[in-house]
Nanobody, 122 residues
Framework: QVQLAESGRGSAQAGGSLRLSCAAS????????MAWFRQVPGKEREFVSG????????YYADSVKGRFTIARDNAKSTVYLQMSSLKPEDTAVYYC???????????????WGQGTQVTVSS
């Protein structure tokens, strides 16, 4: 059963912005580490950003550092990815993920959303 649902799919021009949201079906995920991944067909899934349950620890892949911002609102059981200064290479399917492990890096995420397409044109 799907418990994470991404929204915010769409397109943008290079240099533009998009915001993705991931809503959990229940507040049970509020104590979980949350993360965003992305994947292009034929390539490995790539970690983008992660945030600990209390928002005290965040991590960004070098490719998006300074351009993307992760945040969460546990009252709404939602995690966000604000993407700015978009580049064509940001084009991918973006996935929301969650894990009960209280660590952002080097985590095998247990729960996944269905993904949302982001397309950045030049």
């Amino acid at each position: 059963q799907v418990q994470l649902a991404e929204s915010g799919r769409g397109s943008a021009q290079a240099g533009g912005s998009l915001r993705l949201s991931c809503a959990a079906s229940t507040p049970s995920f509020n104590g979980y580490t949350m993360a965003w991944f992305r994947q292009v067909p034929g390539k490995e899934r790539e970690f983008v950003s992660g945030i600990r349950w209390d928002s005290q620890y965040k991590y960004y892949a070098d490719s998006v550092k300074g351009r993307f911002t992760i945040a969460r609102d546990n009252a709404k059981s939602t995690v966000y990815l604000q993407m700015s200064s978009l580049k064509p290479e940001d084009t991918a399917v973006y996935y929301c993920a969650a894990s009960p492990v209280p660590r952002v890096r080097n985590v095998d995420y247990n729960y996944w959303g269905q993904g949302t397409q982001v397309t950045v044109s030049s």
